[in-house]
């Protein structure tokens, strides 16, 4: 896999910004899906999405950034799940991210107890 222009920000996330994708950085492809995407599904055709049986997503190719800020907020509000394209995280380190940091202080070996011993034995 190859990176170009690439950055690493503090939550060790790659995010990766290749000149092709900055080429298309006015168009993006939005995928929404969810449990209740079915209800819903007379908006998406309305707004020019297509059904993809194989992953089970609503989609749309070429879309203004504007406009799907405007989808984000409609999926956010019905509580459907979304994807966009200018939003992809190429490497996410989970476990940096789980204990933040702090993976150290927390992982440290306990001292063994000292158990007291009985003064008469029956």
């Not at 150290?104 to 306990?110: F, L, Q, R, S, T």
């Amino acid at each position: 896999m190859k990176f170009e222009n690439t950055f690493v920000n503090f939550n060790k996330v790659v995010i990766s910004t290749n000149s092709k994708e900055k080429n298309m950085s006015n168009k993006i492809s939005f995928s929404a899906f969810g449990r209740d995407s079915y209800y819903h599904r007379e908006w998406f055709r309305k707004n020019g999405f297509k059904f993809d049986r194989s992953s089970k997503k609503w989609t749309v190719e070429q879309m203004p950034i504007d406009l799907a800020e405007e989808f984000a907020s409609y999926c956010r509000k019905y509580g459907l799940t979304f994807e966009r394209s200018d939003r992809v995280i190429t490497e996410f380190d989970y476990a940096d991210y789980l204990w933040e940091g702090q993976r150290e202080d927390y992982m440290k070996p306990n001292e063994d107890p000292t158990i007291p011993q009985p003064k008469n034995k029956i």
